[in-house]
């Protein structure tokens, strides 16, 4: 029985549209000089013997463009917020007043933007990688589906519009790493 070359072409893109997501939940990670609460995403701590993320043991805000208040839910909490920010790779030193958690936003200087810039493009490029295998995938399936019986045209058919939808979702992620490129280099 010939396999289904719709169902190819729904999977190839499944994996591509998650490339394209997991690029954009990446490089909201990066700090661009302005308060973002995303740079704190990848921070857990140790919360009733579970290793919890931050946001589940303190609410995370931005009063102003330069500045991130963790106001952790429980008071005794204070001191292990504060700990686990200052061993993670987030890079700032929090402010502990008794109360919330300050952290304060430098300025970035003109060489660490372009570090920013060369990571968030090494990020880009891994998610082409990533959607040039999916692509490749797809059509050793069409391939291996033409051996056996789809008709030449139905597969030449379907390798055009995988390679449709290779350029469109690579277009998606020259999309997203320009406007984070902007948002980076924007002083």
């Given at each position: 029985m010939p396999v289904d070359l719709k169902q190819i072409g729904q999977k190839a893109e499944e994996k591509m549209q998650?490339?394209?997501?997991?690029?954009?939940?990446?490089?909201?990670?990066?700090?661009?000089?302005k308060a973002n609460p995303h740079i704190l995403d990848?921070?857990?701590?140790?919360?009733?013997?579970?290793?919890?993320?931050?946001?589940g043991v303190a609410s995370i805000n931005t009063p102003d463009a330069r500045t991130i208040i963790v106001q952790p839910w429980e008071k005794q909490m204070l001191k292990e917020v504060e700990k686990a920010i200052l061993n993670s790779d987030v890079g700032i030193t929090p402010d502990n007043?008794?109360?919330?958690?300050?952290?304060s936003i430098p300025?970035?200087?003109?060489?660490?933007?372009?570090?920013?810039?060369k990571q968030a493009k090494q990020e880009a490029e891994d998610a082409k990688v990533s959607i040039r295998n999916a692509r490749r995938d797809?059509?050793?399936?069409?391939?291996?589906?033409?051996k056996e019986g789809v008709g030449?045209?139905?597969?030449?058919?379907?390798?055009?519009d995988m390679q449709k939808l290779h350029d469109k979702y690579i277009k998606?992620?020259?999309?997203?790493?320009?406007?984070?490129?902007k948002e980076i280099l924007t002083v």
């Amino acid at each position: 029985m010939p396999v289904d070359l719709k169902q190819i072409g729904q999977k190839a893109e499944e994996k591509m549209q998650a490339s394209v997501e997991f690029l954009d939940e990446t490089l909201s990670r990066i700090r661009a000089g302005k308060a973002n609460p995303h740079i704190l995403d990848g921070i857990k701590l140790e919360y009733y013997g579970t290793l919890t993320p931050l946001s589940g043991v303190a609410s995370i805000n931005t009063p102003d463009a330069r500045t991130i208040i963790v106001q952790p839910w429980e008071k005794q909490m204070l001191k292990e917020v504060e700990k686990a920010i200052l061993n993670s790779d987030v890079g700032i030193t929090p402010d502990n007043n008794g109360e919330v958690i300050r952290l304060s936003i430098p300025p970035l200087t003109e060489e660490r933007r372009k570090n920013l810039v060369k990571q968030a493009k090494q990020e880009a490029e891994d998610a082409k990688v990533s959607i040039r295998n999916a692509r490749r995938d797809a059509i050793d399936s069409i391939k291996k589906a033409v051996k056996e019986g789809v008709g030449e045209d139905l597969g030449k058919d379907a390798e055009n519009d995988m390679q449709k939808l290779h350029d469109k979702y690579i277009k998606k992620i020259d999309d997203v790493f320009i406007i984070k490129e902007k948002e980076i280099l924007t002083v």
